[in-house]
């Protein structure tokens, strides 16, 4: 079975800082996302990697960037983070377009 | 832009009841959809994955079927356990689009 690994699973940290959420596959998938949950407003696409190095803007890209150094990590990264980013961010991967998303179990981060 | 709503937004039933859950995707060029189940708290478990040419798919109790033409896709639960309680969320990748959108997902709750 494909694993999307997501480091943490709660992180509790204060507006301003630099955040590093961490997503980690081990099958060789080539396509990765992340997205945010939020109460009555679903699931949204942040950003997603096709391709070690590309990515591409989802449709709430604002204040988040992204890094695939590696086919397998996918990281997503809050430049100064603000209460409104309190947030469920859930990682995906599948092994290309048109296939299905296999998820991670999601990181629950608070910024107070 | 394609838009998914998901009806009913919350569901209770009596364990044993046979059900139906609705998803409708406003843009019919899609080419899969999938369902997905959410425990509280979770990430997301892929359920099954409808190709468009493709009318349904079965694993167990579950039934998914897709009438691309209309815009709509049932997920159909047999023997509904408590088990079962949790929330369904469907999403479709769409032909403009290398990403899965989302529905807001029902919730149901399945009485002992």
């Known amino acids: 079975d494909v694993k999307v690994t997501q480091s943490s699973r709660y992180l509790v940290k204060r507006t301003g800082e630099k955040v590093f959420l961490e997503c980690v596959q081990d099958?060789?998938?080539?396509?990765m996302f992340w997205y945010r949950q939020d109460p009555g407003l679903g699931l949204r696409l942040i950003y997603f990697?096709?391709?070690?190095?590309?990515?591409e803007k989802g449709d709430i890209p604002e204040g988040y960037s992204v890094s695939r150094e590696k086919k397998e990590r996918f990281s997503l990264i809050l430049e100064s983070a603000s209460t409104n980013q309190t947030s469920m961010y859930l990682c995906a991967s599948s092994p290309g377009d048109h296939y299905g998303y296999t998820f991670g179990s999601g990181t629950r981060l608070t910024v107070v | 832009k394609q838009e998914v709503t998901q009806i009913p937004a919350a569901l209770s039933v009596p364990e044993g009841e046979n059900l139906v859950l609705n998803c409708s995707f406003t843009d019919s060029a899609i080419y899969n959809l999938q369902w997905f189940r959410q425990d509280p708290g979770k990430g997301l478990t892929s359920l099954l994955l409808?190709?468009?040419?493709?009318r349904e798919q079965t694993s167990g109790r579950l039934n998914a079927s897709l009438d691309k033409s209309s815009g709509r896709s049932t997920l159909y639960i047999a023997a509904s356990q408590p088990g079962d309680s949790a929330t369904y969320l469907c999403a479709v990748m769409d032909t403009g689009r290398r990403a899965l959108t989302f529905g807001s997902g029902t919730r149901l709750q399945v009485q002992p």
């Open positions: 990697s096709y391709d070690v190095k590309m990515k």
């Open positions: 099958m060789d998938h080539e396509n």
């Open positions: 409808i190709q468009s040419s493709q």
